[in-house]
Nanobody, 123 residues
Framework: QVQLVESGGGLVQAGGSLRLSCAAS????????MGWFRQAPGKEREFVSD????????NYVDSVKGRFTISRDNAKNTVDLQMNSLKPEDTAVYYC????????????????WGQGTQVTVSS
């Protein structure tokens, strides 16, 4: 029933940009905070960014601060991740996730997950 579908991944050169989008369906989108996570080969899933229900509050992992921007459009049921100045270490599968909680710290706090989209940054 609930679906989160990411799009926008691809192959880019270091220093380039990508915009990821996650389209949600089957849930009351405005009642969920949204997050982006990523998983690189051989590594654990890592928190990247989140945004609260209204879009008034955001968080970022230190490694992407100043480069990535999360946003949401509750009228379109989408959450985006604008990624600029990409680095090879950003290479990973990126996942969007949704949580009904008001406090969320780890991936275990999220209720729903997308299928992921591959981002590859070449050096």
């Amino acid at each position: 029933q609930v679906q989160l579908v990411e799009s926008g991944g691809g192959l880019v050169q270091a220093g380039g940009s990508l915009r990821l989008s996650c389209a949600a369906s089957g849930l009351t989108f405005r009642s969920y905070a949204m997050g982006w996570f990523r998983q690189a080969p051989g590594k654990e899933r890592e928190f990247v960014s989140d945004i609260n229900r209204s879009g008034s509050s955001t968080n970022y992992v230190d490694s992407v601060k100043g480069r990535f921007t999360i946003s949401r459009d509750n009228a379109k049921n989408t959450v985006d991740l604008q990624m600029n100045s990409l680095k090879p270490e950003d290479t990973a599968v990126y996942y969007c996730a949704a949580t009904s909680r008001f406090y969320y710290y780890t991936g275990t706090d999220y209720d729903y997950w997308g299928q992921g989209t591959q981002v590859t940054v070449s050096s």
